[in-house]
């Protein structure tokens, strides 16, 4: 059974740092791509971070590119997510994900192979 598991979230003052892992189990995800989503309460589900295969290419939203950082372990199947300079408006559920495919990751990830249940985080002001 192929399991993503997010770790990590809580609640952070403005200006302070996070970093969430997300652990895969249950295939090898060497050969996939991995990222990471938001979903804010009443907001669409957006783009984060995704990382190659390698770890070679990373990709992010305009908005959030100098804060977050993603990063990936293939001999311990896990990818991190580094969250620098939080902001309230970064309070949200983190979701993992995986796929074959970083088109997926463009769209919104409709079609992801696979999602993790989500990690809190929630940046007070």
């Known amino acids: 059974q192929v399991q993503l598991v997010e770790s990590g979230g809580g609640l952070v003052q403005a200006g302070g740092s996070l970093r969430l892992s997300c652990a895969a189990s249950?295939?090898?995800?060497?050969?996939?791509?991995m990222g990471w989503f938001r979903q804010a309460p009443g907001k669409e589900r957006e783009f984060v971070a995704a990382i190659s295969w390698s770890g070679g290419s990373t990709y992010y939203p305009d908005f959030l590119k100098g804060r977050f950082t993603i990063s990936r372990d293939n001999a311990k199947n896990t990818v991190y997510l580094q969250m620098n300079s939080l902001k309230p408006e970064d309070t949200a559920v983190y979701y993992c994900?995986?796929?074959?495919?970083?088109?997926?990751?463009?769209?919104?990830?409709?079609?992801?192979?696979?999602w993790g249940k989500g990690t809190l985080v929630t940046v007070s002001s």
């Open positions: 994900a995986s796929d074959p495919r970083l088109s997926v990751f463009r769209a919104r990830g409709d079609g992801m192979d696979y």
């Open positions: 249950g295939r090898t995800f060497s050969s996939y791509v």
